[in-house]
Each structure stands twice: as C-alpha cells, then as structure tokens.
C-alpha cells in the first residue's frame, strides 16, 4: 500500500516538465558542490518547487533518504517523474563517488533532449497541417464547387461521365449524411490509437514514419541524435555498456531503433559488436556504424558517441 499511495496523491497534479528537472538538477548541483548535506538541499528543492507533483516527489524523496535508504532508490520510487536514465545516472554518481560532475552531465542531457524532442513535434505537426488543410480543400470542392458545374451541365442536356456522378454522389452524401462520416473518423481514429498501442502495431507506425519521405529522414537523423546522447551520457557517467543499451531502448522514443538497440545488446552478450545489428536497421548511416565499431576497436565508444552527436546536431540544424 505504501508504494502505491505516492501515485494516488500525484492525480490531478500538472505534468513534471523539463525544465522543472532542469532547474532541480541545476539546483541540487551547486548545493552539493557548496557542501550542503543533501537532507538540507531537498528540503530547500522541495520548498522552493513550483510544480506540485514535483514537489510531493522531492519531499517523499527527503523522507526516504532520512530513513536510510540511497539516493537514487528513493528517486527510482518515482517513475512518473524521474526517468530511467535521470535513476541510473544518480546511481552511478553515488556509488562513483562523483555526484557532481554527474549531474551536469544529467542536466546537459536533458536540456539537449528537450531539443530534441521539440524537433520531432515539429517535424509531426507540419505534414499534419499539411495533410489536414488538404482533406478540407478536397472536401470543400466536392461539396460546395463542384455541384454548381455540374448543374451548368446537366442544364445543358449533356451526358455526364462515370467518374463525375460517383463524385456527386459522394458530393451528396457530405452534405446529407455528413454525421456518418464523423462518426467514421472517430471510429477510424479509435482504431489507429488502439492498434498504436499494442507493440507490433507501435512498431508499424513507427516502421512507417522512418520511410515518409523528407520527414522520415529527419525523424531518422533525431532518433540517431538521441541514441547518441544518451549514450554518450551514460558511458561516460561510468554506466557498463550493455546497462547503457537497456537504458537506452526504453528511452529512445522508437521502437523500430529500440528494437535495433535490443539486438545490439544481445549481440554484445553473445561477443559480436554492437555495430552489426545497428547496420542491419538501415536506419543508422553508414558513417555512424563506421564510427561506433571505431570506437568499439579503440575502446573509446564515448568519444565515438560525442562525435556523432556533434554532426547529427549539425544536420538536424541545417533541416
């Protein structure tokens, strides 16, 4: 009962944003680094929260620690505000002794990320303006424009064609039984969110929009970027590669390249090297497999990852 009661009290409670965490990390940085005891910089984080979600988790966090337990086991109590990769980042600067240097690199990581994740709101909202206002212009024509020439037609005795009557016809129907077709996208909508949910249907879509043209190569190259990022972050923060994969296959936000991830780390078990499975995708550019196996020959896949960030940063600002 104790472990579900947090989550009884966030309901209602306005969604953590990133910048929320920023700020905390930022925060929690500089009073470690000052030498404040960190009961005494909780309870100023969670005085001084805006958000009261935020808020209610930094005080059961305070109340965690003050019972004994470790940093990033109090953190990994919630995990509707504190990701995956944000509790195996405290983790790994708690029992590395080097909390500090691993919280900037956290708060580096996130505000990258909220980057990131704002490109692949853009990159979804445009064709989808584009795709909307072209579905209102069809259906405006067919029910508005086109009935007025075809009564100039029909006016003057002339025959029409198939394919015109089939589009009065639908013309007809807008204007008549146009509650049908309502109930038809709510339907059809009903449907795409239910089959999205389930995993081989998210990977379908996801499939899916990796392929559209122009926007899949860009959701590509962010999907790239992420991969890169955290990555690099984990690695360096002292986290062993195959924890790292895990970590990231949860995070990455695609199931395609989640599931490249997954065969990557199950390649690293087995001996091979991660840069097999990543190739197979088709998704990953050549050059980017080039760089990991390098960096996997040198033993310096970090700095491997930090170059690669660096140009799909670059590509992604030149989109």
């Avoid at 029910?143 to 002339?158: E, I, K």
């Avoid at 198939?162 to 339907?187: C, E, N």
């Avoid at 088709?282 to 990991?292: A, D, L, N, S, Y």
Wanted: net charge neutral; with cysteine; charged share 20%.
């Amino acid at each position: 009962m104790e472990e579900s009661s947090p989550r009884l009290g966030n309901i209602g409670f306005k969604k953590v944003q990133v910048r929320d965490l920023v700020i905390m990390i930022r925060q929690l940085s500089t009073m470690i680094s000052a030498g404040l005891p960190i009961l005494r910089a909780f309870t100023i984080l969670s005085e001084q929260a805006a958000n009261r979600r935020l808020k209610n988790a930094l005080e059961q966090i305070r109340g965690d620690i003050e019972e004994g337990r470790a940093l990033w086991q109090a953190v990994n109590k919630h995990p509707d505000v504190f990701s995956p990769i944000f509790v195996n980042m405290i983790r790994a600067g708690e029992l590395g002794g080097v909390m500090e240097p691993v919280l900037e690199r956290l708060g580096e990581h996130l505000e990258r990320e909220h980057e990131i994740t704002s490109k692949v709101k853009t990159a979804s909202v445009y064709p989808s303006i584009i795709l909307t206002l072209a579905i209102v212009m069809v259906i405006g024509i067919i029910t508005f424009v086109m009935p007025t020439f075809v009564d100039m037609f029909q006016s003057s005795g002339a025959e029409l064609p198939g394919p015109t009557k089939a589009l009065l016809a639908m013309s007809d129907f807008l204007r008549q039984d146009w509650h049908y077709l309502l109930v038809g996208i709510a339907v059809f909508v009903y449907m795409v969110r239910r089959i999205g949910k389930t995993t081989g249907g998210r990977y379908f879509y996801d499939n899916l929009k990796l392929r559209l043209p122009v926007v899949g190569k860009t959701l590509s190259r962010i999907g790239v970027a992420r991969f890169a990022r955290t990555m690099g972050t984990l690695v360096r923060s002292g986290i062993p590669v195959l924890q790292a994969l895990e970590i990231v296959e949860q995070v990455v936000g695609n199931a395609v390249i989640a599931r490249a991830i997954r065969e990557a780390r199950e390649s690293i078990s087995e001996g091979e090297p991660i840069s097999v499975p990543l190739q197979a995708t088709g998704i990953f550019e050549p050059m980017v497999i080039q760089m990991i196996a390098v960096g996997e020959e040198t033993g310096a896949l970090d700095e491997m990852l930090a170059r690669m960030l660096i140009i799909s940063t670059v590509r992604l600002c030149t989109w």
